[in-house]
């Protein structure tokens, strides 16, 4: 029997203040609120988007990214990689450009309004990415991890000074 593989063309485009994550043309996902000066500002948070941080204590990459993060993401690779080869998450979560697509997916998979302002925007994003998906609603002022990232995602965003 011969093995036949699919491939996903997969396009983001980020326009008019949003995210647009493409997978075909019948799928388009997108994200409210989520910019290119979010996807900035959740890199500067994560590692001060140091494009050159490679895996320390089980993250990696400029945006601080873990194995159970790119999981939840559906373990995006770099192209014509495979998910199953022994770092495949890590070149990815080092590539900035791959890495952006892992947030997205993992953005996509759990975002929503975890400040309760009734708004889904970065303030969210930045805390599903430090509070994990399924737990976003802890305020962050909560520990000196999240006073950091905190601090860094205020000097990163214009419409919080």
Same mark, same amino acid.
């Given at each position: 029997?011969?093995?036949?593989?699919?491939?996903?063309?997969?396009?983001?485009?980020?326009?008019?203040?949003?995210?647009?994550?493409?997978?075909?043309?019948?799928?388009?996902?997108?994200?409210?609120?989520?910019?290119?000066? /979010?996807?900035? /500002?959740?890199?500067?948070?994560?590692?001060?988007?140091?494009?050159?941080?490679?895996?320390?204590?089980?993250? /990696?990459?400029?945006?601080?990214?873990?194995?159970?993060?790119?999981?939840?993401?559906?373990?995006?690779?770099?192209?014509?990689?495979?998910?199953?080869r022994a770092g495949a998450y890590e070149d990815c979560s080092i590539s900035y450009q791959?890495?952006?697509?892992?947030?997205?997916?993992?953005?996509?998979?759990?975002?929503?309004?975890?400040?309760?302002?009734?708004?889904?925007?970065?303030?969210?994003?930045?805390?599903?990415?430090?509070?994990?998906?399924?737990?976003?609603?802890?305020?962050?002022?909560?520990?000196?991890?999240?006073?950091?990232?905190?601090?860094?995602?205020?000097?990163?965003?214009?419409?919080?000074?």
């Open positions: 029997m011969e093995k036949t593989r699919l491939f996903i063309i997969v396009t983001i485009l980020i326009t008019q203040g949003r995210v647009v994550f493409n997978q075909d043309e019948n799928s388009i996902l997108k994200l409210p609120n989520l910019d290119r000066q /979010c996807m900035r /500002c959740l890199c500067h948070v994560a590692t001060e988007c140091d494009l050159t941080k490679g895996c320390d204590k089980g993250y /990696c990459g400029p945006y601080k990214i873990s194995k159970l993060y790119w999981k939840d993401a559906k373990e995006v690779t770099l192209p014509d990689d495979d998910k199953e791959c890495a952006q697509k892992i947030v997205l997916n993992y953005i996509a998979k759990y975002g929503r309004d975890c400040n309760g302002d009734g708004v889904t925007d970065c303030d969210d994003y930045m805390m599903i990415n430090f509070n994990g998906g399924y737990q976003c609603h802890p305020p962050l002022n909560r520990s000196d991890a999240g006073r950091s990232w905190l601090a860094r995602y205020k000097a990163c965003n214009p419409k919080l000074r």
